[in-house]
């Protein structure tokens, strides 16, 4: 099939698009390098495995192969350090890049999949969250420019839908970690990773007893392609993620024993309005997709540190 990656060049789309060409779909990548790097897919380029634009989403997108099959739209800021540095970047790439995508999606007669967030549940009131769950967000708090820009992206998603028919599918991805993801976007893993590589305090924002459940990369880029080739899955909304919930502190802890750094563990202030507490409730996933994640968070943690300390000792990533 043809297929159509919006930020594939990122961190979760350049694993989506390595597995899309390994069963041999054709693949456009369509990216503006906000947030990922063109080295995450050069291999593939390279060997004419697939086709990279560098384009703004925001802009139209015109496709020089004809049009796709499936349109998947990961491009966006996903982490919070990114999205506060580039919010209307954000916001626009969420509403107006998604109604470009959405309308291409039409034009082709295509399926479009959103990758969505578990931010959309922003600080939850009901645990572990159903996709049922409408959420409680502040719309004009430190995160609302990704929260509700994705919010409005799932309600044009759905609009497509109802008023049109498109077949579309959502997935709200929950924290998602591995190789590729950028050392430096501020997120925990990386950072935690990137401080114990240098015996540096491991920082931990509040007193770590905010909870998180993380999920590794090829977890999740499997429960992507489930949502994207299911059948009879049109209009639908699935949690993608991993439901082993920790404390945000013990994950320090973990990084730590796993790298055998001496450095310690610090208390800093908390982000403003932090998410105390979330874990996708995946009874729905399961039930209709049949997928479960498979790695847990230790063996995905180790196999994370190897992969940052490969591309230190390769001369790829400055720590
Ligand atoms: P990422 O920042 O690594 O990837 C996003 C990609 O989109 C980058 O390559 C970036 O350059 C590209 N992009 C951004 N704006 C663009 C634009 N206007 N036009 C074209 N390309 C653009 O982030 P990621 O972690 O790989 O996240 C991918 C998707 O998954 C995002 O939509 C994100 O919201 C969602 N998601 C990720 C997580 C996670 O834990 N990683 C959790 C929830 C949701
Ligand atoms: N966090 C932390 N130290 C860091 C980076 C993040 O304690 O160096 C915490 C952050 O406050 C949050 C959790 O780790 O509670 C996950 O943060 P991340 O930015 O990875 O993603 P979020 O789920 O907040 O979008």
Redesign the pocket.
Known sequence: MKILVSGGAGFIGSHLVESLVEVGHEVTVVDNFLTGRPENIAHLVRADRCRLIEQDVTRLVKLPDGPPDVVFHLASPA???DYTRYPIETMLVNSVGTYNLLELARAAGARFVLASTS?VYGDPEVHPQPETYWGHVNPVGPRAAYDEGKRFAEALTVTYHRKYGLDVRIARIF?TYGPRNRVDD????P??IRQALRNEPL????D?S?T?SFCYVSDLVGGLLKVGFGDGLAGEVFNLGNDDERP?VEVARLVKTLTGTPAPIVFLP??PE??SR?RPDLTKTRRILGWSPTVGLEEGLRRTIAWYQQEITAGRLAT
């Open positions: 982490s919070p350090e931010e924290n501020g997120r925990v893993v950072n935690f920082t931990v924002y509040g770590g905010q998180r945000v908390p982000r932090e998410i979330r």
